[in-house]
């Protein structure tokens, strides 16, 4: 197994290097460069010219990125040209924080999806089936940024007219804690901090819970007619053994195959999720500096989602063999 | 759905100073000014401060948290837009063989936020960095009058300087930068310090707290800060946050969690109005909407045609839709909030028949019936392009059906901004016409724009000269006295009106969300933030922390 993961890690670098050269062609391909922000008529363009020199864009691309992957391999990242900080510091304040919206989504994502699967399967054909199968279409239509402009402005806007509504239920519609989180007890901060993330990760993850939940009914539709579980049903097991401890873990294979999917599919519904809640994680960070031509900063965001994808199929190959013994990894 | 307030009702409260909340201001019941201070305020905005410090950002949200938060500039504008003291408590001029000399008094009490005084040295470091090429500060032209500095005593410095009547200008932008913290960085490394974004130290107003990036920036009452310059500011804490979203940051105006939303969409001024706890202050901003007509195009080059095509738009419609009545349908380069705006001048009307009329009578007749004019082997046919914002799209559209009523062909292109931008200020000029907004500037300068020494320059879109105009904006550059001033700029404005280089839309009205409980905020061209310093929140609507 740690042989797997060492060879699995070495092939990632090439993949990587790959990527980064291939974002580095791309970014500095669009027009426009960092300066152009700074374009404006009272600004001259020996300034201008000035900043390329400071900047070291002046010299060709080829010795760019080549002074890039010098240092990039150094483990320095350079100084984002818009924020005027060193990437680093950006990237420490900026990655917890998508982490910790993808995290709690991606838990959302695969509790809520398998116990509404299971439900479903077990009864199928029921009326109870029929409506949650119409809820999760009606929900995995909605497009993230959509729904979270719902949820904004239903869950924390329109109930705060409401005298009746408790206060636990009002949502914050923006940031990850609120203004006077300096001034709160440790216990108030963490629950603040819970009651920002409600709405972002259900805008996150609701939609991918749904597919979910198609998944997981059609998997252990799929496992409880197989024999085994005749046999133990048969043995006398009362029916709630049966599922949660025969049925589930052979349903769950598929399921766990998910998580290598939906890691990436996380990332990329946080840049349009973080941008409706201004959520300060990577996805707003990364298309900023898209725009703003933010070169060193294109680079390293790009770099880390690359870097977490990886991770995220890597533990889903891991996790496959947990949960199948028949998956030996030499 | 509530009417959006109509042109006269906003123009009547600009006039009016824009104070408070125009006719929903109420009479608020007496506090004293010792029950004024204290609580948080919160201003949400969509635009990250790119950093606190000034020799690297050009951002007006920047701009103002530097000038009006964290920094003391020398000099302020008052409500006239005539400087009044600020850090320097005041100044005189000499005249010299090749210019003047100008001597700023500076108070001797205020302190950086470390304790250390703020002196001469500091203004003259600031200068000089400013001036050094090496620092590439975006605005050195700001100074570019300025030759020299000399510190006379720890308060007193003298600049020299060639004349100009908006020689002071500068001073109102620039905030001196602490030379003890800053003093050893290499120029070329100045933008980029770590104070600007980490560890920023003023001696303003208010102090750095905290800034989260993508999040917040938070600052505190600095309750040293001198009487003379305004003293201690009533609220204890500002807190600054990144809203991107215009839907989120209604909705936490709304909801109470954000005090003052900047820059509302024109489409929600009308349910901030009807909410009990929150009302609107709207202002005419340094911004205008205008048509670029590329006048090296055959299409454009004649007056005529250009004047057809602005009567051919219909502008106040533009302003209703587009802007919900937040607008000033504009009749030329100098914005109203300008001393030299043309009072008396009247926009050109909405007058499809006189814009048939002027085509014909400038050549352009639809001689194959196609319902596009020609003109020997030139259709009327353009394209028009903006960039990716609802707005400026939704102008296009307009513009596109009303052109299409007297004969022209519109084509709309929505391009990638920086795309735009490159294709825009190329030498080529390779465009037809575009919809852009441009910011003026107090110290107005529109040779950049008009002159003809500048038609191979970037901004010069509409190719146009005429040396009368070249003329005028010459001279109002050294006439020192505002009355004589006057009547060159009405002439140049009225020039612009008959040549019609540019179709100018509106002036913009910017709305800002404001909710009740914070007491006499006062908001015009100047910026969002002119008086934070005096910005109060009745004591029983701040907020409990528990």
Redesign the interface.
Known sequence: MTTYIVRRLLQAIPLLLGIVTLVFIIVHA???DPT?????????P??IE??RE?WGLDRPIHIQYLSWLRSFLTGDLG?S??????IV??LA??IPNTLILSGTSLVLIFAMGIAIGIVQAVRQHSQLDHALTLGALFIYSMPSFWLG?ML??IL??KV?LLDWWPAVL?F?????T???Y????GW?QLGDRLHHLVLPSIALGVASAASVARYMRSSMLEVIRQDYIRTARAKGLPERAVILKHALKNALLPIVTLLGLYIPFLFSGAVLVE????W??MG??IV?AI?Q?DYPLVMATTFIFAVLVVIANLIADILYAVVDPRIRYE | MRRAPRFGTVVALLLAGCGEGGERAQQPEFIPDSMRHGG?A?VAYHV?P??M?QF????NISLELQNFVLFTTLIRYDENLQPVPYLAERWDTAATSDGMALSFHLHDDVRWHDGRLTTAHDVKFTFERIKD??T???????LALYDSAAVQDSFTITFYLRRHPGFLDPWRRISPMPEHVLGNVAP?EL????F???SPLGNGPFRFV?H?????W?FEANPDFPQSLGGRPYLDRL?Y?????S??????L????VDICLSVEPHQVAEIEANPTTRVLSFPSLSYAFIAWNGRRPLFQDARVRRALTLAINREQIVQTVRHGLGIPAKGPVPPFHWAYHEDLKPLPYDPDSARALLDSAGWVDRDGDGIRERDVIRASFELRTHPRADREDIMTLVQADLAKVGFEVQLRVQ????L??DI?SRERPFDAFVLGWTA?FRLDDR??FACSQLDA??QWASYCNPRVDELLDQVTRIEDRSQALPLWHEYQEILQWEQPFTFLYYEVRPNGVRERIRDVRMDARGDLVNVNEWWIEPAAR?S??
Do not use: C, W
């Open positions: 669009a027009p426009g152009a922000m700074y374009v404006h008529p009272g600004v001259s020996d300034v000035q900043m400071n100084v040209l818009t924020q005027n900080r060193p510091s950006i304040e900026r402009l904004i402005l924390a806007y705060h009002k914050p519609a923006s940031g990850m609120s203004v006077d300096d001034l709160m007890g108030s941008y409706v809640f201004s300060p994680g707003r960070t900023d725009y031509r | 948080t919160v990250e790119s950093s410090n690297a950002s050009v951002d090429p090496r590439a500060f975006p605005n050195q032209s700001l070329s933008g980029q310090h770590r600007g974004s980490e905290e989260r990036s993508g999040d917040r938070v807190v946050r990144v809203i991107q979203e839907t989120t940051s209604l909705s936490e709304l909801a109470g969690e990638e901004a920086q795309s931008r490159r200020t500037d950049i724009l970037p901004f907020r922390v528990n």
